[in-house]
């Protein structure tokens, strides 16, 4: 049997195995860590009855089309039906972008396949099953990023069809992923606008080629991404980013690229999500920044020497130049990151995800060969693997975590539904969000997101107005976090001085524990409310 025959079912087969690791690994994150403030934002539009307007930023003929300034209502929209048909729960708002992640993986071993042969490319897929960046910040969907992999990709792989088969019905495909993509979320652009550079840098010849023989098949998506890119732009994305750009005037150049390179590489190397969810360093060490930064240099130097050598100093091959695009992708969305001073978390650094990975096996590649780009690929697969193992065994129902991520929140929300207060109000910020996605019908109607009230001294009049609304004459049960986990540690004070100021006598009526110990929660009842004796 010839070495192509061989390599059809073997990288079928590393396909199936790299899908089905990522699955399995995935599907362990489903319970454990809790659901995080963020991860839950899209929960409210999506039941269909948003609640005191919490992340309902914009609305079209009623209906929800912006849940904050620079997040669409895109998510809430595919969930709905998800909500309607089995409830809200860990499972019911994880599973869904575990299956989706799945598919992205599908997209992935498409865009690889135009650069390099069927088992390198499924190596390539094995590489981000295992890496634990992509199966934590996909399947607790913080940011949220496991939209934004999927369009971005699905974007590319069209662009990638378009110009090897000169089909302009890929260009549909593109727009509609990028149309979505913004939709999703505002920072699309970054991909949106370095695709159409790219694509005019390297990939010209074929996209006139593509016109001339279809003007209309060319233009008509060419222009409606456009339109779409151009009224995103121009009325959403121009005026938040002048806004934030203003606010962050302060943050020097030399500061702004320190902070993004440590960004960058904590983010890779999966060192920032897990201090995220657990306020712990992460032991296990990754090589893929030293890759990187290698498989840059070297792809880097390879391509402008071939550059030079070429008419109008671009590579004459389509291959290479598909290569090159890859590593062009990655320095213009960084670019785009550094620039946005108020893009700062792991989240945004997962728009650069996984351009990285295809540079360092491209230069693996060039410089070796098959056999090298394998290598590689494996280098990589068992130092994800070996991170992974680290994220496993720290991921854990037993184990302690940032109170934001706690999988107390399940007890704190089933104690609230039993209990049926007439109000709930979170004092410190984050709680709200998840009582109201977690919550029955009557406690997602009582919750109220009160901490703006406390975070600051508000004036007699306001602070009467508010008791008057909101707790006279009810049953009222305020959630804060444990005290070493305050996320806005003003508020406890100002709650209480708050209280004072009305005459009322807040009483912890109970507490909710790590398996260590550790309060995560902790409960008052308001006086004259239906708790008269502590209950721990």
Known sequence: MSGAALERPAAATLLCIAIALFIVSASRLVAVPGLQYDEVLFVNAALGEPAQGLFVAKRLLGVPVMLMGYVGALKAYLYFPVFQAFGVSPATIRWPVILLSALTLWLAYGVARCSFGRVVSAMFVLVIAADPVFVSLTTLDVGPVALMLFLKLAALLCALRAVTTGRPGYLWGV?????????????????????????????????????RRNRAGFLLPVFALGIVAAVATFGLIL???????????????????????????????????????????LNAHSPVNVLTALGTLGLGTLTLARAGRSVGLRPGVLSDRIVAGHLLLFVLIGLQLLITKKAWGPHHVMMLYPFHLLVVLAAAARMAGSVGAV???????????????????RFQPTEEFEAQWSPVIGDLVDWLDERAPDRIASV?????????????????????????????????????????????????????????????????????????????????????????????????????????????
Not at 271 to 279: A, G, I, N, P
Not at 498 to 504: D, E, N, Q, R, T
């Open 175 to 211: 727009t509609i992923a990028c149309a979505l993509g913004i939709f999703d979320k505002l920072n699309f652009i970054w991909f949106v606008l370095a695709l159409a550079l790219t694509a005019g840098l390297l990939f010209r010849a074929e996209l006139v080629a593509i016109l």
């Open 239 to 281: 005026p938040q980013l002048i806004a934030s750009q203003a606010q962050q005037s302060g943050v020097g150049a030399v500061d702004r690229l320190r902070y993004v390179l440590g960004l960058y590489a904590r983010t890779m190397e999966g060192r920032e999500f897990y201090h995220l969810v657990t306020k712990s360093v």
């Open 375 to 393: 290598v590689t690929a494996g280098v990589l697969t068992v130092s994800g693997l070996h991170v992974g193992s680290a994220y496993a065994r």
């Open 428 to 536: 410190d910020w984050g709680t709200h969000n998840q009582i109201v996605a977690l919550g029955s019908p009557h406690t997602r109607a009582a919750a109220r997101d009160l901490w703006p009230y406390f975070r600051v001294p508000r004036e007699s009049e306001a602070q009467r107005l508010l008791f008057e609304r909101e707790f006279q004459g009810r049953d009222v049960l305020a959630v804060l976090f444990g005290p070493q986990w305050d996320i806005m540690p003003q508020v406890r004070s100002g709650f209480n001085a708050w209280a004072a100021s009305v005459g009322l006598r807040p009483r912890r009526v109970r507490e909710f524990r790590s398996p260590n110990g550790t309060v995560i929660y902790e409960v008052y009842a308001i006086a004259d409310s239906l708790f008269p004796r502590a209950d721990r």
